[in-house]
């Protein structure tokens, strides 16, 4: 999946990416959000929406971030405080909505996952 965006905050930096291909040519080269920014705009956007975040894929794409790499932890709290100060949001002193039972145990929210969960490999590949 691709996603365009302008105007977000980019801790560490650009990258290139190369992507697959499935014929005999060169890779094409992307430039792309480093990891870091992506799970700091997925965390913003579950504190931002609290307990009204219907975004529950931010939650598994992190998830498989975090199983799949890994982060340096000075690089990933700079590419969150980049992004909360870029989409004026304060960084949490207390745990967040999207982090509590309230969150966790809400019935609707059970579906949503449920749902979700079938239609995804739920353990990626290490």
């Known amino acids: 999946m ?6 977000d905050a980019i801790e560490p930096g650009v990258q290139e990416t190369d992507l697959p291909v499935l014929l005999d040519f ?4 992307l430039r792309s959000y480093p990891r870091e920014t992506v799970i700091a705009e ?22 498989v971030l975090i199983r799949s790499y890994k982060f340096d932890d000075d ?5 969150i405080k980049a992004t909360f100060t870029c989409r004026k949001t304060e960084i949490p002193t ?12 809400d019935a609707g929210k059970k579906d949503q996952w449920a749902a979700f969960t079938k239609q995804v490999a739920v353990d990626p590949a290490r």
């Not at 060169?26 to 080269?29: Q, Y």
């Not at 997925?42 to 598994?60: I, P």
């Not at 690089?75 to 590419?79: W, Y």
């Open 2 to 7: 691709i996603d365009i965006a302008f105007g």
């Open 26 to 29: 060169p890779a094409p080269k």
């Open 42 to 63: 997925k965390f913003q956007a579950m504190v931002a929406l609290g307990l009204a975040n219907s975004r529950l894929k931010d939650f598994y794409d992190v998830w």
């Open 75 to 79: 690089a990933l709290a700079r590419a």
């Open 94 to 105: 207390a745990l967040p909505d999207a982090f509590t039972a309230a969150f966790t145990e």
